[in-house]
């Protein structure tokens, strides 16, 4: 059974560090493409940052780009989201997800998620 | 970057009512948009990949068509369990991605 579990999230202060995990099982986590997504409270949902499955290709979304750092160690099955300098509108739940293997496929497993808030 | 819309943003409906939402992209995504459940507190769920296919263990009464900049979802005859929001996602540019702005379906 695949099994994403997140976490690491917390309060943390404006300007502020985390660290997110993710740890997969129940699959072979280096042959998927992995994603982190967030959601607001009472909001949509929003792509975060991507990784290939070696971690040769990162992406991630302006909001965050030049603060968070996606991160993989395929050897422990692991996905990692370190957010720096952060923000009250950092403030969500943040999930992990697997995308299919497929050309642009969608994401098909995602973990429980686990909260962030920055408030002072 | 490609902006989704849907409508309606919410909808009231009853057990056994056909649902229509609609997914419109601000340019062409061919093929590549998918459809996610999500029920209060729980994560995303996918249910449709690639337009219009269907994913593993999600009921038939579920349905997803369109191509180009307009797509739909369809619920065939509404379960207790589908009340929860929809979200539409392109990935024509992965890994990029949007995500609509979601459709919330509650009892009438």
């Known amino acids: 059974e695949v099994q994403l579990v997140e976490s690491g999230g917390g309060l943390v202060q404006p300007g502020g560090s985390l660290r997110l995990s993710c740890a997969a099982s129940g699959f072979t986590f280096s042959s998927y493409s992995m994603n982190w997504v967030r959601q607001a409270p009472g909001k949509g949902l929003e792509w975060v940052s991507y990784?290939?499955?070696?971690?040769?290709?990162?992406y991630y979304a302006d909001s965050v780009k030049g603060r968070f750092t996606i991160s993989r160690d395929n050897a422990k099955n692991s996905l990692y989201l370190q957010m720096n300098s952060l923000r009250d509108e950092d403030t969500a739940v943040y999930y992990c997800a697997r995308i299919q293997v497929l050309p642009r496929g969608g994401f098909d497993y995602w973990g429980q998620g686990t909260l962030v808030t920055v408030s002072s | 970057d490609i902006q989704m819309t849907q409508s309606p943003s919410s909808l009231s409906a009853s057990v056994g009512d056909r649902v229509t939402i609609t997914c419109r992209a601000s340019q062409s995504i061919s093929s590549y948009l998918n459809w996610y459940q999500q029920k209060p507190g729980k994560a995303p769920k996918l249910l449709i990949y690639a337009a219009s296919s269907l994913q593993s263990g999600v009921p038939s009464r579920f349905s997803g068509s369109g191509s180009g900049t307009d797509f739909t979802l369809t619920i065939s005859s509404l379960q207790p369990e589908d009340f929860a929001t929809y979200y539409c996602?392109?990935?024509?540019?992965?890994?990029?991605?949007?995500f609509g702005p979601g459709t919330k379906v509650d009892i009438k």
């Open positions: 990784i290939s499955s070696s971690s040769s290709t990162i």
């Open positions: 996602q392109q990935s024509y540019s992965t890994p990029e991605v949007t």
